[in-house]
């Protein structure tokens, strides 16, 4: 079965509370069980934190065994230039997911230091661009 692990960044903890006009008001959890029940041929996980730090460690501790990565790097997709060089040393492909249409928001949401270094990028479709990322694993 293949490895597949979601790693969420700042913020994203409190999906269904935080700006539920641009974010939805479902919770991560609850969506992530939807997520198990509808790809049950994968072995999917999930993490998340708000510590840029403790994002790399984790992509470099799933970077070189598992089969994919789906990031939602949150506000450090703008400003990590370490999590986009964590991306560049390891093998596990990634990736990059946003829920809003990055693009169609402030200026400072349209670079990215995650995508040169991603396989794709899913966003805009709300939390249904986790389903999407996924899909491309399959
Ligand atoms: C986000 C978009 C980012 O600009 C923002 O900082 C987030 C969430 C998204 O999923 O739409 O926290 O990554």
């Known amino acids: 079965m293949k490895k597949l692990m979601i790693i969420n960044g700042p913020n994203l903890n409190l999906l269904g509370k935080r700006e539920p006009e641009i974010y939805g008001s479902q919770t991560f959890e609850d969506y992530f069980q939807e997520l198990k029940s509808k790809f049950r041929d994968v072995n999917l996980e999930y993490y998340q934190s708000n510590i840029e ?3 790399i460690d984790k992509l470099q501790k799933v970077g070189f065994s598992y089969d ?3 990031l939602n790097a949150a506000a450090y997709t703008h400003t990590s230039v370490g999590i986009g060089d964590a991306i560049k040393g390891i093998e596990t492909p990634v990736v990059e997911v946003h829920i809003s249409n990055t693009f169609a928001r402030e200026e400072f949401r349209h670079h990215s230091y995650i995508s040169p270094n991603a ?20």
Not at 122 to 136: H, M, N, P, Q
């Open 53 to 55: 730090g403790e994002i």
């Open 68 to 70: 994919g990565i789906i």
């Open 119 to 138: 396989k794709g990028v899913v966003l805009g479709f709300g939390l249904k661009s986790y389903d999407l990322a996924i899909e491309s694993f399959y």
